[in-house]
Nanobody, 115 residues
Framework: QVQLVESGGGLVQPGESLRLSCAAS????????MNWYRQAPGKQRELVAA???????AYAGSVKGRFTISRENARNTVYLQMNSLKPEDTAVYYC?????????WGQGTQVTVSS
């Protein structure tokens, strides 16, 4: 069983930065691939970034070069550093991992980019 708790969302202006955090409970965090998804109103949930246990990373094209995913295994935490934010980045951001046949999700954190 894995529990995920996101934090760090908020309201920012275009061009500003935010750092999201996702704290995971349960054992085996260091072996998990961790993902950040987002869902904007009226749109499907989309994968934003992923980091494997060996710290390989992958990004959606729309955020590449602006967002950075990282992990701190000692704290069972994964981060999403978001720079140069745009209005189209406005969404609820979710932390996710998979264990066997199960998907685990956090409750989400709202990011709003608006002037």
């Amino acid at each position: 069983q894995v529990q995920l708790v996101e934090s760090g969302g908020g309201l920012v202006q275009p061009g500003e930065s935010l750092r999201l955090s996702c704290a995971a409970s349960g054992s085996g965090f260091r072996f998990m691939t961790m993902n950040w998804y987002r869902q904007a109103p009226g749109k499907q949930r989309e994968l934003v970034a992923a980091i494997t246990s060996d710290r390989s990373t992958a990004y959606a094209g729309s955020v590449k070069g602006r967002f950075t995913i990282s992990r701190e295994n000692a704290r069972n935490t994964v981060y999403l550093q978001m720079n140069s934010l745009k209005p189209e980045d406005t969404a609820v951001y979710y932390c996710n991992t998979r264990g066997g046949l199960l998907d685990y999700w956090g409750q989400g954190t709202q990011v709003t980019v608006s002037s």
